[in-house]
Structure formats: structure tokens, C-alpha cells
């Protein structure tokens, strides 16, 4: 009696009375906590167009004290996750231990396998991934991700924080016998999702950007080549694009090179395209007009022991206006304004412009450039008037000739439009800020006019103009500059700078090609692109030309087309309730986003081919008829 008497004594302390050491083996017995991360906040282009999303995947973990046939477990495993069963079976040989992680990430095919299987102490659980639904578009801007969902390079390190948001803990539940009970992956503590982010990225113009990008540096055989778009009334950077390019979703299959964002990360000597700023300094100093006769001394100059000479051998100009020497790119007549301006003037115009300093973008790795301080000597002096003996990155090259098209204002380029915090509901606009006034209006007006003569028949720019607009920028052709000291002889860096439409311009963009071989000047390399992108993105902004020629009234055919691409553009209210009635603008698009473009329009697509919509039938604009059908072609 006595003995049984104490028993039920203990059994009753142990069941009303609170044991802190009772209530530990409990907690380890039936519950099991695993930190994962947040659902990671999303990327969108200017329109809400997904560049980096997050989706559900499925993780795949073991409890090994309850798997009895280990040999048996991995050999299955091994087929289904792709591992060899060695490796696995080292995660799981341990008795003693209650969670290891097989597989992160899988794909639902993997989950309904492993579901099928039925195999004890092997459970999934829901966890995100992140996707690039885009592929290589905007790669080097974007950045990527790694193994634990955490920022490694570009915007995905620039915003990890606030896009990571805050880590999820899930409790696993388990039965007397320590069998898992979650199969499903239900998340039992709900945190904050990471906060969203719009970038000002336009998609359609950074496929388009891209795209020729590519075919130019398959066209002259070169290294590389970048390009940046900006607004010029926002500084907002629409595109900005770096070539060759790579898969986000597979970013270690790609050389480290081609991960870089060239067009904010490195800095080059930019070459003619610096005759611009310098002018236009020399015409604020109020020492030159754009009438004022320079002596280029028949293309050879003499400054001490060295020779300042045209970049085209060809060249012999003589007595010529400030206008003639930035339209025919004259190397001498620029030296000559620059040595009458001095050293410490010319680097404050060029200071003044933003050379030399990081543009603040809000970007990793960001390079300021090179501009040396004074003293100068005056044939360093002469060479950083034409671009040589100082470096710029495109970002900083783009942003000082908006500063040209908008009025004479310097400001900061925007890359990030806005966020969206998911757990306050607050949203936040970002705009571009003002960093100083360069110009005054009236010379910036000058040098518009005076970029415009560039475009001229005569001027080095001629291969940039546009069907119905005025355009206007600067040509560059650098030496490139070897990483043993020196130039590499015969390499050279083409480039373009300029805006449109001239007279009220709302686009700039600057285009480089590193290193082409078969042709090199920037006239005939790099001035193409930019009249392809240029062509493009007045289009589809829907902008009214501004120069009408004969041509435009005799081809009839071609401007009714164009008349119903603008109207396309500025009137077709995809998502709207209304039915449209002309075929949308698809070009650039995934045939993924082709499908939610059209979404709820009864519309029937024929897709050929595979990749992104080359060309559509009828053409964008034109009335869809009675059967309501698209053909689209794409190809990668």
C-alpha cells in the first residue's frame, strides 16, 4: 500500500504540478522550430512589369531517428532528388539527430515524387525561391541571389534589407513518437514579407536596347558594348544595358566579367564625346560664340616635342566657327579653345558637368571616374578636351548631356521609382534631385543647336538622324587603353551621345562599343544604335514627328501605319473593360507576358517559334477584324 501510495503521489506531481525539465523534453519531443526566410518583395519595372519575383518551392528535410532502413531511404532518394546516395545517407546516418535539410528548393515535381514515395522520417516543407521570369534582360542591373535568398550583387544587394524583410520560424509538430506531422508546409508564424520595389526601367525599351546591342557587337566582331537611356525631364534611367549579358536564374554559369554593370562600374576614356562640355564651357566663360573662327592648322597642331592631330588623317581643316569644329569633331580646334580657357578652368567646366565624382544612383561598386587635379600640362590639357587622359562611366556621360537637353541642369539619375511596404501599407515616390545648375537656358539652347549640326550631312553624326525628327549628339572615338600601360594599337572604344527629338527633347541616350574590329568610328558603329533605339522609343511613345519632307508626303502606306502604332500606343487601354479593337503593341515580350497583355480580350494568338515576339501579324496598331486573331512570331 505504501508503495503504490507513493506512486500515484508522483504521478500526481508530475501531472499538476509545473517541471520546467518535464516541460523541455516535451518541447523537444513534439515540436521542432526551423528558421526560414521571408517571402523576398518583388522588382518591377516603370509599368509593374515583374523582373524578379518570388515563388513557392518545396524543401525537402529528414528526421533520421525514425528512418530505419537508411541504405534503403538514400538509394530512393537519390533517384528523385538527382544526389548521389552517399551523400545523403551521411546526412541521415546519425540517430541522434531529429532535422537535416536534403534539398532546398525543389521543383513541385520533385514535392508530388517525394509525396508518392511515402518514405518515413522524409518530409516537405514550403519555402521561396526566387525567379527571374526575364531571363538575361536587365541581368547586370538586377543582380541575383544566393543559396539563403540573401543580395549578392547589383539592385537584389543595393535593397536586400528592406527586400528580405523579416526571417519566418515554423513549428513542426511531431506525434509521441517524434514523427514529423507537417507535410504540407503550412507556416504557423506569419511574419512581414520584404518590402516591393518599381524600378523606372521601361521593359520594352530595355529589350529593344539590348537587342541591338547584341546585334552590333556580332556586326563589327566586338568585346562589349553598353547604352543608357534616360528621361529628360525625370532623370529617370528607362534602360540601361551591358553586352554580352547572362542568365539571372543561372548567374555562376557566367563569367565574372559579364556580370558587371559596365555601365555604372567602370570608367573609360570616353573620347569626343567630352568636345561637347568643353565647348559649351568655353561659350558660358563668354569667351568664344558658336561663330567665333578657330585656326585647326590644317590637322596638325605642335605642342612642345608633341603633335595634336585630327582623328581621321583625312581631315585638314583650317579657319573654321566653334559651331564647324563640334560638328567635323575636330581634335585641334577643341585643344586650342581648351589651352586658351586653361587647365584649372577646363576641369572646373568638366567638374561642373559631374565628371569625376559618383553620380550617387544608389548602386554597388559605382565608379567616379578620373579627372586628374591641376597643374596640367598643356598636352594633358589638350587630350582631356577630346576625351583622352581622363575616364567616365556611360551613367556620368548620359546624365551631363541631359543636363544639355533639360535646360542647363545637372541632376541625380533615378533608378528606383518606388516601394511598397507589405506590413504597413506604406508606399514611397523617389525623384531625382538637383545638383546644380550648369548653364544657363540660352546656352543650353546653343548647344542644343550646335549638337544638332552634328547630325548635318556634313557633320560626324549623320548616321544618328531619324525619319521625322531632328536629332542632336556627339560622336567619340577613343583609343583604348591597355592594361600594361599605353593604348592597344588598333583597338578603340565607338561610341554615340545625343537626344531626341532636338527641339524638345525627351529621350538621351548614349551608346559604346568596346573594341570592334571591323569598323571603328563611333559615326559608323555607334550612331546606328542609337538611330535603331532612338526610332524605337519616339514610336512608341507616340511622339507627332517634326520634319516633314516630300518623302513623307508621297510614302502613305508608311505613315498610316505609323499614324495607328501612335494611336495604338497612346489609346489602347489593355486591362481596360472595353474590348480593344487594334492589335497591341507585343513586341519584346515573353509569350507569357503576351497572354496576361491580352488577358480577358477574347483574343485567339497563333505563336510560332519560341522566346520573345519578333513581329506580329497584322502589325501593332492596324483593327484586329471580326475573328479577333494575332499571329505572333518569336525567336530567341
Not at 286 to 297: A, I, L, N, W
Not at 489 to 508: D, E, H, I, L, T
Amino acid at each position: 500500500m505504501l508503495l503504490w501510495g507513493s506512486v500515484i503521489f508522483r504521478a500526481a506531481i508530475v501531472q499538476v504540478l509545473p517541471n520546467e525539465r518535464l516541460s523541455s523534453i516535451e518541447k523537444k519531443q513534439f515540436n521542432k522550430t526551423v528558421t526560414l526566410n521571408s517571402r523576398r518583395g518583388a522588382i518591377y519595372d516603370r509599368s509593374e512589369n515583374e523582373l524578379a519575383v518570388t515563388v513557392t518551392s518545396f524543401s525537402v528535410y529528414a528526421d533520421p531517428k525514425i528512418i530505419k532502413n537508411r541504405v534503403k531511404v538514400s538509394r530512393n532518394l537519390a533517384k528523385i532528388l538527382n544526389i548521389p546516395s552517399k551523400k545523403i545517407f551521411k546526412k541521415i546516418k546519425n540517430k541522434k539527430k531529429r532535422f537535416v535539410w536534403l534539398k532546398r528548393r525543389a521543383s513541385s515535381e520533385i514535392k508530388d515524387k517525394i509525396a508518392k514515395a511515402q518514405l518515413k522520417g522524409i518530409s516537405i516543407i514550403e519555402e521561396p525561391k526566387r525567379i527571374y521570369p526575364n531571363g538575361s534582360l536587365l541581368a547586370q542591373t538586377l543582380g541575383f541571389v544566393g543559396s539563403e535568398e540573401q543580395g549578392l550583387e547589383g539592385l537584389e544587394l543595393k535593397l536586400d534589407k528592406e527586400l528580405r524583410g523579416e526571417k519566418r520560424k515554423i513549428r513542426l509538430n511531431r506525434d509521441a513518437r517524434g514523427r514529423p506531422l507537417l507535410l504540407s508546409g503550412q507556416f504557423f508564424t506569419d511574419n512581414k514579407d520584404g518590402v516591393d520595389y518599381s524600378l523606372t526601367i521601361d521593359n520594352e525599351l530595355q529589350y529593344k536596347l539590348e537587342a541591338e546591342l547584341v546585334s552590333t557587337v556580332n556586326r563589327f566582331q566586338a568585346d562589349s558594348a553598353v547604352g543608357v537611356i534616360m528621361d529628360v525631364d525625370t532623370s529617370e534611367v528607362l534602360s540601361i544595358a551591358n553586352v554580352p549579358t547572362f542568365d539571372v536564374n543561372n548567374p555562376f554559369s557566367a563569367k565574372a566579367i559579364n556580370r558587371k554593370n559596365k555601365s555604372i562600374t567602370d570608367a573609360f576614356e570616353p573620347g569626343s564625346t567630352m568636345k561637347t562640355f568643353v565647348l559649351a564651357g568655353a561659350i558660358a566663360s563668354g569667351q568664344f560664340k558658336p561663330s567665333s573662327k578657330v585656326d585647326c592648322e590644317d590637322g596638325k597642331f605642335k605642342i612642345g616635342k608633341h603633335y595634336i592631330r585630327e582623328s581621321d588623317a583625312h581631315h585638314k581643316f583650317g579657319l573654321i566657327s566653334l559651331s564647324e569644329v563640334l560638328a567635323k569633331s575636330s581634335n585641334v580646334g577643341t585643344a586650342k579653345v581648351a589651352l586658351k580657357l586653361g587647365a584649372k578652368k577646363t576641369r572646373s567646366i568638366l567638374k561642373d558637368f559631374g565628371f569625376g565624382k559618383k553620380t550617387n544612383i544608389g548602386f554597388p561598386g559605382e565608379s567616379s571616374g578620373v579627372l586628374h587635379k591641376t597643374p596640367w600640362r598643356k598636352h594633358l590639357l589638350s587630350n582631356v578636351s577630346f576625351g583622352h587622359g581622363m575616364t567616365a562611366t556611360p551613367l556620368q556621360i548620359a546624365a551631363a548631356y541631359t543636363s544639355i537637353a533639360n535646360g542647363g541642369l545637372l541632376k541625380k539619375p533615378v533608378l528606383v521609382k518606388s516601394s511598397y511596404n507589405h506590413s504597413t501599407g506604406e508606399k514611397k515616390e523617389f525623384s531625382s534631385e538637383l545638383v546644380r545648375r550648369v548653364l544657363t537656358k540660352e546656352d543650353a539652347a546653343t548647344m542644343r543647336l550646335m549638337l544638332m549640326g552634328t547630325t548635318t550631312k556634313n557633320g560626324t553624326g549623320f548616321n544618328a538622324r531619324i525619319h521625322g525628327f531632328p536629332v542632336a549628339g556627339k560622336t567619340g572615338t577613343a583609343q583604348k587603353v591597355s592594361a600594361k600601360g599605353g593604348y592597344e594599337k588598333g583597338a578603340y572604344v565607338a561610341s554615340f551621345a545625343g537626344f531626341v527629338p532636338a527641339n524638345n527633347p525627351k529621350y538621351v541616350i548614349y551608346i559604346a562599343v568596346d573594341n570592334p574590329r571591323l569598323k571603328y568610328y563611333g559615326s559608323e558603329v555607334a550612331a546606328p544604335v542609337f538611330a535603331k533605339v532612338a526610332s524605337y522609343a519616339v514610336l512608341k511613345e507616340g511622339l507627332p514627328p517634326v520634319l516633314l519632307s516630300e518623302e513623307d508626303i508621297i510614302d502613305k502606306k508608311q505613315n498610316e501605319i505609323k499614324l495607328k502604332q501612335k494611336i495604338a500606343l497612346k489609346k489602347i487601354n489593355i486591362n481596360g473593360d472595353k474590348k480593344i479593337k487594334r492589335v497591341p503593341i507585343l513586341s519584346g515580350l515573353s509569350l507569357r507576358q503576351v497572354y496576361q497583355r491580352v488577358s480577358g480580350q477574347d483574343l485567339k494568338i497563333k505563336v510560332n517559334g519560341s522566346g520573345r515576339v519578333v513581329k506580329t501579324w497584322p502589325e501593332a496598331g492596324t483593327n484586329l477584324g471580326k475573328n479577333r486573331s494575332i499571329k505572333v512570331k518569336l525567336s530567341n
